[in-house]
């Protein structure tokens, strides 16, 4: 099943074979689900969710969706930061719920590729740090990349001596990717 782009807030999330990576913001669950109605997939389809990192626009649901049964995948570099918009969400007025990491199965960036397998996806997690300490890519054997707010490769010129930003587009590249899905933005073709 090829990944399915689900667009029901300010961040763009993705269905691939029983995993969503991101969720939007606290908040939009019903949109989430007229999401999700609408592209045909019922809510036992999502077996894990997998955040690009835990800014506010990206991991919103989680905690709703672990309450209805999705588990939390967390790669081992994310687990200090899945409270790090907990202030946020508390400072909005809104009855949030932090996520529970003791019920999120954690796993390093090595174990990525054997776990998806168990999900009948081909490919691997590596971690992309120059946005945010906890930041994750999904790449996928097919050659499509998933990199949440990851800044464009062209942005590396204007961001002078941003060797992050460049080493995480260094480590992409070397799988060959031909297209880029963003968090905010329209897909990357790549001419490889």
């Known amino acids: ?7 029901y807030g300010n961040t763009n999330t993705f269905f691939i074979n029983g995993l969503l990576f991101d969720t939007d913001m606290f908040g939009t669950l019903g949109t989430f689900y007229k ?12 077996k894990y969710i997998v955040c690009s990192h835990y800014h506010p626009d990206h991991m919103g649901l989680v905690s709703e969706l672990m309450k209805q049964g999705i588990k939390l995948l967390l790669i081992d570099n994310q687990k200090d930061y899945v409270h790090f918009s907990d202030t946020i969400f508390k400072k909005s007025g809104e009855s949030y719920t932090p996520i529970d990491e003791s019920k999120a199965e954690i796993i390093t ?13 081909s490919g691997e997690i590596i971690k992309t740090s120059s946005h945010s300490k906890d930041g994750i890519a999904l790449i ?8 949440g707010d ?21 480590n992409i590249m070397k799988y060959k990717p031909a297209i880029i899905y963003y968090g905010h933005s329209n897909e990357q073709v790549l001419k490889n």
Request: hydrophobic letters at 35%.
């Open 109 to 121: 960036q090595q174990e990525s590729r054997k776990f998806l397998q168990t999900l009948g996806i």
């Open 140 to 147: 996928l054997d097919d050659r499509q990349c998933f990199v």
């Open 150 to 170: 990851l800044e464009p490769s062209f942005f590396i010129e204007g961001y002078e001596n941003n060797c992050v930003l460049k080493q995480d587009w260094d």
């Open 1 to 7: 099943m090829p990944p399915m782009k689900l667009k």
């Open 35 to 46: 999401s999700i109605k609408q592209n045909n997939i019922q809510m036992n389809d999502i």
